[in-house]
């Protein structure tokens, strides 16, 4: 079974422009999952889908959106990028059984460099 | 309030030394699930082990086992017999019982090094 798979792995984009990056779930994955990670905040959650809906939302602010897909791949969107955006942005999927023992399967992420 | 709390910034240990990483947390609800998760520096976040908040025995999986004591709300693990394979950032995850949600909160991390 191929594992949650990201692209691009690496980006590099100036202040202002803005990025879109994607996630591919494990097959029968039905939740996908956002994080951020950064030095300094340490990994922080963004948002997570389930069944093209969010469901759940981090303190992040309006410029990073989301969106699942109907095949459960999803992108993730930040716009007019800063450079305190630059980070190593995880993806995860689970199946979403609902219960606490919910393991999610993390993707190589995606390091954003905003110059 | 912190929810996840590590409190060794980098632990050293050496090859086939056992160590244990700290991991004290902070909930109110009766049913969350722990996690530990270790990050080499490639980035991915590879899941080691599990633990529920209703599981009478602390879980084990190879190598790898967690010290789960409730009452003091903490689930520290334990690597037995460490390798140079081991070295690592280790974190620390929970997700509590909201029916429907996958979010994990993290702490901070470990970093882990072992030396020959």
Known sequence: KAGVTQTPRYLIKTRGQQV??????ISGHRSVSWYQQTPGQ????????FSETQRNKGNFPGRFSGRQFSNSRSEMNVSTLELGDSALYLCASSLAKGTSSDEQFFGPG???TVL | AQKITQ???GMFVQEKEAV??????????????LFWYKQPSSGEMIFLIYQGSYDQQNATEGRYSLNF???????NLVISASQLGDSAMYFCAMREGVVGYSTLTF????MLLVSP
Do not use: I, V
């Open chain 2, 7 to 9: 409190t060794q910034p």
């Open chain 1, 20 to 25: 879109t990056l994607s996630c591919s779930p």
């Open chain 2, 69 to 75: 004591q409730k009452a003091r709300k903490s689930a």
């Open chain 2, 107 to 110: 702490g901070k991390g470990t």
């Open chain 1, 42 to 49: 340490g990994l922080q959650f963004l948002f997570e889908y």
């Open chain 2, 20 to 33: 244990t990483l700290d991991c004290t947390y902070d909930t109110s609800d009766p049913s969350y699930g």
């Open chain 1, 110 to 112: 995606t390091r954003l």
